[in-house]
């Protein structure tokens, strides 16, 4: 079964304090891997797309990496507005994205 | 360049009642996708239409449906609702399989 994890559930850090979102998966004919920024209420804001082992993706103090079993969202020096619930997503061959739980960060000053 | 709408942005419905909500695709996407997504939890894929037709479905029933219209926007109905039915919904347009999906800022149902 296709299935994708992230972990941890959720991380508080101190402004400035950087840390590392782990997204697994178990998929069959992996098309893409998707990171999202989700605010309470609001729909998800698109990040980065991943499509092989080895991509790397920046943007500001994110930084999205890829393996063949999972991805990393790297937050260097992070920013209370920083503070969201972080989603990745695969694409599946013949289906859509089926998304992980997400991991709620909270950065406080 | 307009992004994804959705409307409305909140509705409380009775259960057994039915819903329908709307969705705006981004200027060139011709293809929606509608999600659930219950509190605490990630987006669970709904169904996708591709140029008016459904093209892909999850693990939902029958009483959800669908519609996508000449322009690419795009209906979401739910038949006979229940209390498990409250959630925010999704809609996400993009341009080609495989690529970025960009979503609405959801409607939020709540069935009492």
């Known amino acids: 079964e296709d299935q994708v994890t992230q972990s941890p559930e959720a991380l508080r850090l101190q402004e400035g304090e950087s840390s590392s979102l782990n997204c697994s998966y178990t998929?069959?004919?992996?098309?893409?891997l998707f990171w999202y920024r989700q605010d309470p209420g609001k729909g998800p804001e698109f990040l980065f797309t991943?499509?092989?082992a080895g991509e790397e993706k920046e943007k500001e103090r994110l930084k999205a990496t890829l393996t063949k079993k999972e991805s990393f969202l790297h937050i260097t020096a992070p920013k209370p507005e920083d503070s969201a619930t972080y989603l990745c997503a695969v694409a599946i061959y013949g289906q859509n994205f089926v998304f992980g739980p997400g991991t709620r960060l909270s950065v406080l000053p | 360049e307009t992004g994804v709408t959705q409307s409305p942005t909140h509705l409380i419905k009775t259960r057994g009642q039915q819903v329908t909500l709307r969705c705006s695709s981004q200027?060139?996407?011709?293809?929606v996708s509608w999600y659930q997504q219950a509190l605490g939890q990630g987006p669970q894929f709904i169904f996708q239409?591709?140029?008016?037709?459904?093209?892909g479905r999850g693990n939902f029933p029958p009483r959800f449906s669908g519609l996508q219209f000449p322009n690419y926007s795009s209906e979401l109905n739910v038949n006979a609702l229940e209390l498990d039915d409250s959630a925010l919904y999704l809609c996400?347009?993009?341009?080609?399989?495989?690529?970025?999906?960009?979503f609405g800022q959801g409607t939020r149902l709540t069935v009492v």
């Open positions: 998929v069959s004919g992996l098309r893409g």
């Open positions: 239409y591709y140029r008016e037709e459904e093209n």
């Open positions: 200027s060139g996407h011709n293809t």
């Open positions: 991943l499509y092989s």
């Open positions: 996400a347009s993009r341009y080609k399989e495989n690529t970025e999906a960009f």
